[in-house]
C-alpha cells in the first residue's frame, strides 16, 4: 500500500520525537557570536521590554513556534495545544506544511487553531512547489480555511531530494513568489526547513518583492536526517552525505543583513540567549520547534509553556547585561564575531564591517 501524507507526518512527528535529527557536524554559530557585558547597565529587569510587532501585530515577545505539522489526530492535539501556549504568551504561532489539507479538505481539522487561539499571529504554511502548481485564489482559499493572518512558503529543496516520493523540480520557484506578494491580500513570509538563505537568495526574493523571510538556517533539525532515517537504502546513503547540509543560522542571519528583509531566525534556537544572540544580528523575531514539541511531549502544555517562560528569562537577562531596554537597542548592541564565523561572511564583502558597527 502506498504512503500517505497523513502516514509521513506520523513518522516525521515520530522520529522528531525519539531519533537523533539534529545536525551532527554543523552547529548554528552563534557560539561563534559574543554580545558584550555591560558591568553598569543601570537597568531593572522589570524596565526591560521584549515586545515587539510582527506582521502587524504586536507581541509580547518577539517569539515565533514554527511551523511543524497537521494532517493526522495526534497533529491536531499537537496544533491545537501548542497555539494555546502561543495564545497564553502573546508569540505567535505557525502551522505545519498544508499539503495534506490541500490533497484531502477533510484534514483541514487539524490545522484549525484558530477558535483556540484568538488574539495570536498565526501563519499558514505551504510549500512553494505546491504553490507553484496551484492559482493564488486557491492558495489564499487555504490561507482564510485556517484564519490565518500570514503565509509561510516554505523552500526545501534539500529534504525533497532525500523524501523518498519527494519533488525533484524546483523550477519557477521565484516567478511563483513574485506572483503571491503582488496578488495575495495578506502577507507573504518566505522561509527555508533547515538549510538557510544565502545572501545571493535573499537579493533574488527582494527583487520579487518578499518583505519577510525566515533564514531557518542549520545547527537544529536536519530534515534530510529525518528524510534518510525513512528512506530505503539508496537515498538513505545519499541523506547520510548531505545530512549537515546547510548555512548555519547565525551566518545566514549575517548575510542578509542591510538588505532590508524583515527577518526571522530559526534553525537551532535553544535558549535566551540565543535569541539574543539572532536579535543583536538582525532578526526581528526567533522561532522555535524541535525543543518546544519535545518540552510538550514529554510534560504537555505545562511543560511546553514553562520551555517558552525559559527563553523569555534568557532573553531579558542577556537584554540586562547588555544594557539594552528594548529589542530596538539589543539590535545595536556590539557583537564580537568568532573567525568561523567571519569566514562565512567574507564573500558578502563590504558587509563584514557593517556587522561591526
Known amino acids: 500500500m502506498a504512503e500517505t501524507i497523513s502516514d509521513r507526518k506520523r513518522s516525521h512527528l515520530e522520529l522528531c520525537q525519539h531519533e537523533a535529527v539534529e545536525f551532527g557536524g554543523k552547529t548554528t554559530l552563534f557560539e561563534e557570536v559574543d554580545l558584550v557585558h555591560d558591568a553598569l547597565p543601570e537597568l531593572a529587569v522589570d524596565e526591560v521590554d521584549v515586545g515587539t510587532t510582527l506582521l502587524g ?8 513556534i514554527t511551523g511543524m505539522t497537521g494532517g493526522t489526530d495526534e497533529a491536531s492535539a499537537i496544533n491545537r495545544a501548542l497555539a494555546e ?12 506544511s498544508q499539503r495534506a489539507m490541500q490533497r484531502a479538505p477533510d484534514l483541514a481539522y487539524t490545522f484549525a487553531v484558530r477558535q483556540h487561539a484568538p488574539g495570536t499571529l498565526v501563519l499558514a504554511n505551504l510549500g512553494l512547489v505546491q504553490a507553484a502548481a496551484q492559482s493564488t485564489a486557491d492558495t489564499e482559499r487555504l490561507v482564510r480555511a485556517v484564519g490565518a493572518d500570514a503565509v509561510c512558503v516554505h523552500l526545501n529543496p534539500a529534504q525533497e531530494l532525500i523524501q523518498p516520493g ?7 520557484g521565484l516567478a511563483t513568489l513574485a506572483r503571491l506578494v503582488r496578488e495575495l491580500p495578506m502577507p507573504v513570509v518566505v522561509k527555508e526547513t533547515g538549510c538557510g538563505i544565502s545572501r545571493a537568495v535573499g537579493e533574488r526574493l527582494l527583487r520579487a518583492g518578499v518583505g519577510t523571510v525566515d533564514v531557518a538556517g542549520a545547527g537544529g533539525t536536519s530534515w534530510v536526517k529525518v528524510e534518510a532515517l525513512r528512506a530505503k537504502p539508496a537515498e538513505r546513503a545519499l541523506g547520510t552525505v548531505f545530512a549537515d547540509w546547510g548555512i548555519p543560522t547565525a551566518a545566514a542571519l549575517l548575510g542578509l543583513r542591510g538588505l532590508g528583509l524583515h527577518l526571522i531566525a530559526s534553525g537551532g534556537i535553544r535558549s535566551g540567549l540565543d535569541v ?46 547588555t544594557g539594552a531596554r528594548d529589542l530596538d537597542m539589543l539590535c ?17 564583502g563590504s558587509f563584514l564591517e557593517e556587522a561591526h558597527e
Not at 525543543?291 to 504537555?300: C, D, L, N, T
Request: hydrophobic share 55%.
Open 332 to 348: 545595536r548592541v556590539p557583537v564580537v564575531l568568532g573567525s568561523r564565523l567571519r569566514d562565512w561572511i567574507v564573500p558578502a
Open 85 to 96: 501556549v502561543a495564545e497564553a504568551h502573546g508569540i505567535a504561532f505557525g502551522l505545519g
Open 276 to 321: 539574543a544572540k539572532a536579535i543583536a544580528l538582525s532578526a526581528g523575531a526567533a522561532g522555535v520547534a524541535l525543543p518546544v514539541f519535545r518540552a510538550y511531549q514529554a510534560g504537555g502544555s505545562a511543560a511546553a509553556g514553562q520551555f517558552i517562560d525559559q527563553l523569555i528569562a534568557g532573553l531579558r537577562t542577556a537584554m540586562v547585561l
Open 166 to 172: 519527494g519533488d525533484r523540480d524546483f523550477r519557477g
Open 57 to 64: 501585530k504586536r507581541l509580547r515577545a518577539p517569539l515565533l
